[in-house]
């Protein structure tokens, strides 16, 4: 079975450092880029990304727009994201899910509960 390759698109360096890490030693390649655009660009070029974990609160594209946009492209809109965020307020996963997501995961990540959602959407 080929590797799936997991996106992490956020725009604090420790938080793809941190998930890199936990995600390598599960086994997983991970790629990385700091802003949604990055992003699109890693995704457009290759054609391996599994799924994507994208943090919805970014200064240039927020999670929301990124999805939005990921959805117009033939190359990208069949990706599935999981929205990874700290705003973990009342009705932001249906909002989440509602814009694209395949799957929400709240800040600080539950590790457990992030790879069953990797695993669910990437079967």
Known sequence: MPQKIILIIDDDNRNIFALKAVLKAKGFECLSAISARDGF????????????????????????????????????QNIPVLAVTAQAMVGDKERCLIAGASGYVSKPINVDELLEQIEEVTK
């Open 41 to 76: 660009a890693i995704m457009e070029e290759r054609d391996v990304v599994s799924v994507v974990l994208m943090d919805m609160m970014m200064p240039d594209m927020d999670g929301y727009q990124a999805m939005a946009a990921m959805k117009k492209s033939p190359k990208m």
